[in-house]
């Protein structure tokens, strides 16, 4: 299983145990993740950080003096995206 951090600007989009679709866009050296109907997005990550599954379930929800923070666990296991 892999876990990943997710930035949400409002609370109350997702709630825990939530499963959500994520969709993987490319920038020009790197990739990023928007869960859901672009309830949260993630950093971006390198093409060795990339992530294989389409699907997560929301464990955690946090809130911090920067915002709100879903993490969001992956069964994540090498399968390519087609």
Same mark, same amino acid.
């Given at each position: 299983?892999?876990?990943?951090?997710?930035?949400?600007e409002?609370? =109350?989009?997702?709630?825990?145990?939530?499963?959500? @679709?994520v969709?993987?866009?490319?920038l020009?050296?790197?990739? !990023? /993740?928007?869960? =859901?109907?672009? !309830?949260?997005?993630?950093a971006? /990550?390198?093409v060795?950080?990339?992530l294989?599954?389409?699907? =997560?379930?929301?464990?955690?929800?946090?809130?911090? @003096?920067k915002? /709100?923070?879903?993490i969001v666990?992956?069964d994540?296991?090498?399968?390519?995206? @087609?």
């Open positions: 299983m892999r876990r990943m951090e997710f930035k949400m409002r609370i =109350g989009l997702v709630k825990e145990g939530d499963v959500l @679709p969709t993987e866009s490319k020009p050296n790197s990739w !990023y /993740y928007t869960l =859901g109907k672009s !309830y949260a997005m993630s971006n /990550y390198t060795r950080e990339r294989h599954a389409t699907e =997560g379930k929301v464990v955690e929800i946090r809130e911090t @003096p915002g /709100y923070y879903v666990e992956f994540d296991t090498g399968d390519k995206k @087609p």
